[in-house]
């Protein structure tokens, strides 16, 4: 998340589906910060959200990227991570890294929650192609045992978890709240 953006409308669409998917339990949120925030910074951003930070710590390049998620793998509540670009499947070290989440990250953390639901913003998609390479995403996660959904628009988001049926009931409740079209939503085998 980089604060430039902050209050920008893909925060608004965060806050609706934190708070839609508020109805199955407690929501934390894990900003992947890339630069500096104070804590006034923080606590804007949190009451933007309408949920708690997990964490304040900056992710860069030399991060150790295993600790930085820990707290995220041992996250008690449902999780939404916020990294700047999005979720990329396969790991690098280059020097625009931090603004991604990766593929084995993610199955780690999901894995290590397997009662709770995760979130994740993702604008890492050629524009024109979401659902194209959403489902490919999703493909990866369903191989992974991961049951998963996609909102596509021009903030993308991607739902999982271990439990298939929460995952659909959470995206029936987004659907019931939102009154979104299905064809907003890509779905994996294990939704389907």
């Not at 820990?70 to 690098?92: E, K, M, Q, V, Y």
């Not at 659902?131 to 999703?138: D, H, M, N, T, Y």
């Not at 493909?139 to 995952?167: D, P, R």
């Amino acid at each position: 998340m980089k604060l430039k953006y902050f209050g920008d409308s893909y925060d608004i669409v965060k806050r609706s589906l934190l708070r839609w998917l508020g109805a199955y339990g407690a929501w934390v949120a894990h900003p992947m910060f890339t630069e500096h925030v104070s804590s006034d910074q923080a606590a804007a951003f949190s009451l933007l959200l309408g949920v708690p930070l997990l964490s304040l710590d900056i992710i860069k390049a030399e991060t150790d990227r295993e600790s930085y998620f820990a707290r995220a793998r041992r996250c008690p509540d449902h999780l939404f991570l916020d990294p700047d670009t999005g979720l990329r499947l396969t790991a690098n070290r280059a020097k625009n890294a931090p603004s991604y989440l990766f593929g084995s990250e993610i199955i780690s953390i999901v894995r290590e929650r397997p009662t709770l639901l995760t979130l994740v913003f993702d604008q890492s998609l050629p524009r024109g192609r979401e659902p194209e390479q959403l489902a490919g995403k999703l493909a990866f996660l369903y191989n992974q045992g991961i049951a998963s959904i996609a909102y596509v628009s021009h903030a993308c988001f991607i739902l999982m978890g271990t439990n298939k049926e929460l995952v659909k009931k959470a995206l029936e409740l987004i659907q019931c709240e939102s009154g979104l079209p299905t064809s907003r939503f890509v779905m994996n085998k294990t939704i389907t």
